[in-house]
């Protein structure tokens, strides 16, 4: 059985933590920041985690 190859978008998108858990950068904070307002610019520029329901999906893309 061959190795299962990481996803090559998925590796710069993802993070794997200590614990294992998988963090991702969140929506909405690429552009078109004047009609943001600057709690949602700071909240959007933190990373979230992978919500469960996506987690076995993502762990397939980075062959985990």
Request: hydrophobic share 35%; no cysteine; charged share 30%.
């Amino acid at each position: 059985m061959p190795k299962i190859k990481t996803h090559s978008s998925a590796k710069k998108r993802f993070k794997v933590t200590g614990s294992g858990k998988i963090k991702r950068p969140r929506a909405n904070h690429n552009h078109r920041f004047d009609g943001k307002s600057k709690r949602s610019k700071a909240v959007n520029g933190e990373w979230g985690m992978v919500d469960s329901a996506n987690l076995p999906r993502v762990k397939m893309m980075l062959a985990l």
